[in-house]
Every structure is written in C-alpha cells, then in structure tokens.
C-alpha cells in the first residue's frame, strides 16, 4: 500500500513571494504518477501539476513547479509570485500506473493562505 | 473539464435512512471513483468502477455500495445512514491525457447526517 504524507497542515506567504509545499510518499512501486491538486474555497479540486516517476525532469505549469526527488520520495510545489486566487487547500496524491484501478492516495492536505 | 456533475449538491438526512447520490458523466470515461473528504485526512476511496457492471471496493467501503447501469451514471448508495458518514463526497473520472492518466473531480456534495 502507498502513503502519502504532507507535513505541513497549514503556510502562510506573502503576495509575490515564492512558497514550497512539502509532500513525501512511501511506495514499492516503480511506476506511478504523482499529483498535485488544489483545492479553493469553492470547494472544487482542481488538478495543478502531474509528474511522471520515469521523468528526471521536474514538471512545471507556469507559476507552478516540482521538485521530484525519487530515491527520496519527495515531490514538493513550489508557486512563485504568489497571487491572492492560490489561497487554498493543497493535496499531495500518488497514483500507481500499469494495470489496476488507477485509484488516488492523497496526503491530508496543506492550508496556504496568501497574505495582501 | 470532464463533464462531471453530481446531485444533489446538498443534503441533511436523519440516522437510519437510505441516502443515494448520482455522479454523471458526459465524457464517456471507463472509470469513475467515489472518494469522501474528511478534516485531517484528505480524500479516501470508498468504491470504484472500470466499465458497466463492474465496481470494486476501496479503502473506505463499509456501509456503502455502488452501482452502474449506463456508462455516464455512477450511484453511490448508503443502505442506512450514519452520522460518521458525514463528509463531502467527490466523484471523479480517468482521462487519458497527453499520453497519461490523470482524474478530473466533480464539485462535490456535502451530505450531513443527523
């Protein structure tokens, strides 16, 4: 079984700064997805960065970037210029690929509040 | 965007009733999932389905069951309703995208048991 773990249950950060979301994740497998969602006030998740474990390279979607050490199972999300609309939930999840159900594990989440 | 709507959006029942909620889908996805979110423990999967008929428990599945008739449609049913199963309830489809599997959430439903 995987786990996910988000030590961080709740940032702060300054409008325009940059912000690192910390997420490490225990597995057996070789193959698997990592994600990272976000989750306003709204309540909607919405799906930020994906990042293939067979990837050496870190993913980015503008703003948003990881930093995905595999040998240490970690996978972090940096936001840089932070803007007020990124006050959220944050959800770190693992996603086993190949056969199966493709289910989600998530981490408990972690609180950020952008401050003006 | 997957197309993904779920009702009712909100609902209050008392202890004991049979609850259904309703996922559905446009997109013609094989794959649907019912995951619950809770305080201080992130979203957990209660059951999934990879085609018409065919569903699967996951790690939260006591006290729920699922069915699928059509492709679009997937019922999440709580047989008598408890007050531990107060939580918001996210349905999600797979999607292929760019070469790679990826889940896309419906906006919840927020269900309080009394």
């Known amino acids: 079984a995987q786990t996910v773990t988000q030590s961080q249950p709740e940032m702060s950060v300054q409008e325009a700064e940059t912000v690192t979301l910390s997420c490490t994740y225990d597995?057996?497998?070789?193959?698997?997805?990592l994600f990272w969602y976000k989750q306003p006030p709204s309540r909607q998740m919405i799906l930020v960065i994906r990042?293939?474990?067979?990837?050496?390279q870190n993913a980015t979607e503008n703003r948003f970037s990881v930093n995905f050490q595999k040998a240490a199972k970690s996978f972090s999300l940096k936001i840089s210029d932070s803007q007020l609309g990124d006050t959220a939930m944050y959800f770190c999840?693992?996603?086993?690929?190949?056969?199966?159900?493709?289910?989600?594990?998530f981490g408990k989440g972690t609180k950020l509040s952008v401050i003006p | 965007d997957a197309g993904i709507t779920q009702s009712p959006r909100h609902k209050v029942t008392e202890t004991g009733t049979p609850v259904t909620l309703r996922c559905h889908q446009t997109?013609?996805?094989?794959?649907m999932y019912w995951y619950r979110q809770d305080p201080g423990h992130g979203l957990r999967l209660i059951h999934y389905?990879?085609?018409?008929?065919?569903?699967d428990k996951g790690e939260v599945s006591d006290g729920y069951s699922v069915s699928r008739s059509k492709t679009e449609d997937f019922l999440l049913t709580l047989e008598s309703a408890t007050s531990s199963q107060t939580s918001v309830y996210f349905c999600?489809?797979?999607?292929?995208?760019?070469?790679?599997?990826?889940?896309?959430f419906g906006p919840g439903t927020r269900l309080t048991v009394t």
């Open positions: 999600a489809t797979r999607l292929l995208t760019s070469g790679h599997y990826e889940q896309y």
């Open positions: 597995t057996s497998e070789s193959n698997y997805y």
């Open positions: 990042q293939e474990a067979y990837k050496q």
């Open positions: 999840a693992f996603m086993k690929s190949g056969a199966g159900s493709y289910q989600l594990t």
């Open positions: 997109e013609n996805h094989r794959y």
């Open positions: 389905s990879y085609g018409v008929k065919d569903t």
